[in-house]
């Protein structure tokens, strides 16, 4: 079921199988694999310091726990040089823990999914978190 949401085309501000930027590849993937429908931040089509200060804010809101990673929880990544969350993935169990997440990469930028081992060599950290708020 995993495998419709490998390849879909980085579009920023976007979430649909013809195009989705990182927050849109989460929302989709929360919703129609784990049945868990997580917010539509207006900020998520943000980049750099705005998209860092929305996904901080966000994951240290309420509706957000602290977790392990595991199946079905998000991942955000916290970038080697400016140090703050500025990329976002759900974990999935596929032969090891793996991410799925959009790539923006330009023209040939694309959902992919990675092993968290690749993932922690290319960020600084990676924190984990679950979303409690509409399904508490």
Sequence with gaps: MINKYIGIPWVKGQESLSGA?????CRMVMR??????IPN???CMAEGDDLAAI?????????????????GVLAVMVDKVSKR???????IESRGLMVLHSINT?????SA??????????FLS????EYAGNNS
């Design 106 to 110: 330009g023209p040939n930028g694309a």
């Design 55 to 71: 996904v901080t804010k966000e994951m240290e809101g309420q509706d957000w726990r602290s977790c392990g990673p595991r199946d």
């Design 21 to 25: 930027d990182c927050w849109g590849v």
């Design 32 to 37: 129609d694999v784990y049945g868990v429908e």
């Design 113 to 122: 999914l990675t092993p968290l081992p690749v993932i922690g060599r290319a």
């Design 126 to 129: 990676v924190r984990f978190f």
């Design 85 to 91: 969350p500025e990329h976002i993935g759900v974990c």
């Design 41 to 43: 931040q207006a900020g």
